[in-house]
T-cell receptor, first 111, second 109 residues
Framework: EAAVTQSPRSKVAVTGGKVTLSCHQTNNHDYMYWYRQDTGHGLRLIHYSYVADSTEKGDIPDGYKASRPSQENFSLILELASLSQTAVYFCATPGTGKEVFFGKGTRLTVV | GQQVQQSPASLVLQEGENAELQCNFS?????LQWFYQHPGGRLVSLFY?????KHTGRLTSTTVTNERRSSLHISSSQTTDSGTYFCALNVGDNSKLIWGLGTSLVVNP
């Protein structure tokens, strides 16, 4: 089973500030994903990566950048945080059986 | 595009009652998963079930691919089953998931 670790678990950021969310996986899988979840809603894909040093846009990439410096690490970057980016963010990676495993989430509050 | 629809949107049970959650999707080429989200936010995978029936504990998932539907049955519900249940559809080869909006379950003692 993949181990997906996110940090920080929660963060309060000021509007216009820079935020970096980190994700580490130990499953050595090619694919990693960043999702956001808004209260009362399902998850939406922001960015994903299928190989180190490369990232792809998901369904809602505006306002976010991603970085995949290594197989194990995938970061989500908010260069200029906005109030609308207050949400819970999940990192995920597939397991060997095509299941997808998630980190515990990062609760981001932009004030 | 691909769509995943879940019903009911919310459900309230008394402890001990059974629940049946439904998921309908728009493609016959399915790799469907069920997830449970704890009230505190943590997501866990319940089933990867592209077809047929799978069991774990009090949970049973049945996917009928050619009818484009999957169900999650919870028997003898417990208060700790409270939370939100999502179904999600894998698309393509990259395990990208298309999510339903979830079923919010509350089990009262």
């Amino acid at each position: 089973e993949a181990a997906v670790t996110q940090s920080p678990r929660s963060k309060v950021a000021v509007t216009g500030g820079k935020v970096t969310l980190s994700c580490h996986q130990t499953n050595n899988h090619d694919y990693m994903y960043w999702y956001r979840q808004d209260t009362g809603h399902g998850l939406r894909l922001i960015h994903y990566s299928y190989v180190a040093d490369s990232t792809e846009k998901g369904d809602i990439p505006d306002g976010y950048k991603a970085s995949r410096p290594s197989q194990e690490n995938f970061s989500l970057i908010l260069e200029l945080a906005s109030l609308s980016q207050t949400a819970v963010y999940f990192c995920a990676t597939p397991g060997t059986g095509k299941e997808v495993f998630f980190g515990k989430g990062t609760r981001l509050t932009v004030v | 595009g691909q769509q995943v629809q879940q019903s009911p949107a919310s459900l309230v049970l008394q402890e001990g009652e059974n629940a049946e959650l439904q998921c309908n999707f728009s493609s016959t080429a399915t790799r469907l998963q069920w997830f449970y989200q704890h009230p505190g936010g943590r997501l866990v995978s319940l089933f990867y079930n592209p077809s047929g029936t799978k069991h774990t504990g009090r949970l049973t998932s049945t996917t009928v691919t050619n009818e484009r539907r999957s169900s999650l049955h919870i028997s003898s519900s417990q208060t700790t089953d409270s939370g939100t249940y999502f179904c999600a559809l894998n698309v393509g080869d990259n395990s990208k998931l298309i999510w339903g909006l979830g079923t919010s379950l509350v089990v009262n003692p």
